[in-house]
Antibody, heavy 121, light 107 residues
Framework: EVQLVESGGGLIQPGGSLRLSCAAS????????MSWVRQAPGKGLEWVSL???????YYADSVRGRFTISRDNSKNTLYLQMNSLRAEDTAVYFC???????????????WGQGTLVTVSS | EIVLTQSPATLSLSPGERATLSCRAS??????LAWYQQKPGQAPRLLIY???NRATGIPARFSGSGSGTDFTLTVSSLEPEDFAVYYC?????????FGQGTRLEIK
């Protein structure tokens, strides 16, 4: 069974740092496209970052230069290092797998339950 | 950046009725469009990928259509558990973008 479990959220002051984790089971993180998607309170979904293949990474303009996506293959875990946090980064952060099968895009087919990050003094 | 505009913002219907949700892209996304359902306090759930393919386990009352810039999600006969927020998402161009959502509420 495929499962994604996020952790690491919490209350952090503006300018601070936090690292989110997403532990995967039922599939191999290193063989898949993995993203972070966030949702501010009462708002819609916003894609944040993607990692795939070796070290290919993409970031939304709003987080580029402050956030870093990575993975630990031995732990089958995805990470999001968040630095220089701002109030507008307050959101529930979801990790999600982007499925591909025989060249066909399967969209974000598995999601974690999310972890809340609150940036406030 | 491709902007996805969903309409209507809110749709009020009764169980058993047909729901039609729209998603319009600011430029073509080919068929790289997906639909998600989200209920309060839950993660989004994939309904439709590649514009018209139902995800595993999704009931047949959900269907997707369209290509290019205009897409539709149809729920043929609403069940009580279908009242939620629905998002479309494109993956044709970077960055990945989502629509602002359509809230489907009980009339």
């Amino acid at each position: 069974e495929v499962q994604l479990v996020e952790s690491g959220g919490g209350l952090i002051q503006p300018g601070g740092s936090l690292r989110l984790s997403c532990a995967a089971s039922g599939f191999t993180v290193s063989s898949n496209y993995m993203s972070w998607v966030r949702q501010a309170p009462g708002k819609g979904l916003e894609w944040v970052s993607l990692i795939y293949s070796g070290v290919s990474t993409y970031y939304a303009d709003s987080v580029r230069g402050r956030f870093t996506i990575s993975r630990d293959n031995s732990k089958n875990t995805l990470y999001l290092q968040m630095n220089s946090l701002r109030a507008e980064d307050t959101a529930v952060y979801f990790c999600a797998r982007e499925g591909w099968a025989y060249g066909q895009w399967l969209a974000f087919d598995y999601w974690g339950q999310g972890t809340l990050v609150t940036v406030s003094s | 950046e491709i902007v996805l505009t969903q309409s209507p913002a809110t749709l009020s219907l009764s169980p058993g009725e047909r729901a039609t949700l729209s998603c319009r892209a600011s430029q073509t996304v080919s068929s790289y469009l997906a639909w998600y359902q989200q209920k309060p306090g839950q993660a989004p759930r994939l309904l439709i990928y590649d514009a018209s393919n139902r995800a595993t386990g999704i009931p047949a009352r959900f269907s997707g259509s369209g290509s290019g810039t205009d897409f539709t999600l149809t729920v043929s006969s609403l069940e009580p558990e279908d009242f939620a927020v629905y998002y479309c998402q494109q993956r044709s161009n970077w960055p990945v973008t989502f629509g602002q959502g359509t809230r489907l509420e009980i009339k």
